[in-house]
């Protein structure tokens, strides 16, 4: 099993019960990351930096921003609210540092 495949795997374990689809693109080194639901209709599509699949730290920021990104397709998280909860940290931080 290659590097990739294993890669592939782990998403789809975090992911689940989405399947994972990962293709590398002919047009350069990026991939095509699909997320398809059981009915295989693509739920979710990125292109992906081989550095985000690579690296730990970054591949951890993907995975989180994929389910985050999957509960607003599923109507169980709404944009402003990431937003607003992104302005409280900010708040936070600056009170922090005073």
Do not use: W
Not at 30 to 39: G, V, Y
Not at 54 to 59: A, E, G, N, P, S
């Amino acid at each position: 099993m290659n590097e990739m495949e294993c890669i592939r795997l782990l998403l789809g374990e975090a992911l689940a019960p989405y399947q994972v689809r990962l293709v590398r693109l002919s047009a350069g080194c990026d991939f095509d990351l699909r997320l398809t639901d059981e009915a295989s209709r693509t739920v979710l599509r990125r292109t992906v930096k081989p550095s985000q699949l690579q690296d730990q730290r970054l591949l951890v920021d993907l995975v989180d921003g994929l389910q985050r990104d999957l509960l607003i397709v599923e109507g169980r998280l709404q944009p402003c609210v990431i937003a607003a909860q992104r302005h409280l940290q900010q708040g936070r931080s600056i009170s922090a540092g005073v």
